[in-house]
């Protein structure tokens, strides 16, 4: 009887990326390597470091053995779900937002002109007066 391989969306995946749950994905395979990462040579970090993302290219960048390989499928828990996406899909904002946005920023503007003109004011002045006593 074929075993059935659970699918994990790269959202799902991410959420284990602390070191009491950790889980990396390596060429569309998802691991829970949250047991061996005080066993790894290369410390905890660099796995936590990996998490979150598609981390084949920093698994190859690190030249790991086959033994390295073989060890990994024992601590295989699915594969990603390539059919969902990997970045959230961002919500649009309408024109309406667009402006309320636009207007608070003039305003914001509109008060720190305002405040500078009042500094250089008073610098002037304050410059004048003390010229004056001289």
Aim: a negative charge; proline letters at 3%; glycine letters at 6%.
């Amino acid at each position: 009887m074929p075993t059935l391989t659970k699918l994990f969306s790269m959202q799902e995946a991410s959420l284990h990326n602390s070191k009491d749950d950790c889980w990396v994905v390596i060429d569309g395979k998802v691991y829970d390597v949250t047991t061996y990462l005080d066993e790894h040579p290369g410390g905890d970090d660099v796995i936590l470091a990996t998490t979150g993302k598609d981390a084949t290219d920093d698994f190859e960048d690190a030249g790991h053995s086959n033994d390295a390989r073989e060890l990994m499928k024992s601590f295989c828990v699915g594969e990603l779900d390539m059919s969902s996406p990997a970045i959230p899909e961002l919500k649009i904002s309408d024109k309406k937002q667009q402006t309320d946005v636009a207007q608070k920023l003039l305003n914001l503007t509109k008060q720190y002109w305002a405040v500078s003109v009042a500094i250089v004011g008073i610098s002037v002045v304050a410059g004048f007066l003390f010229m004056r006593k001289k």
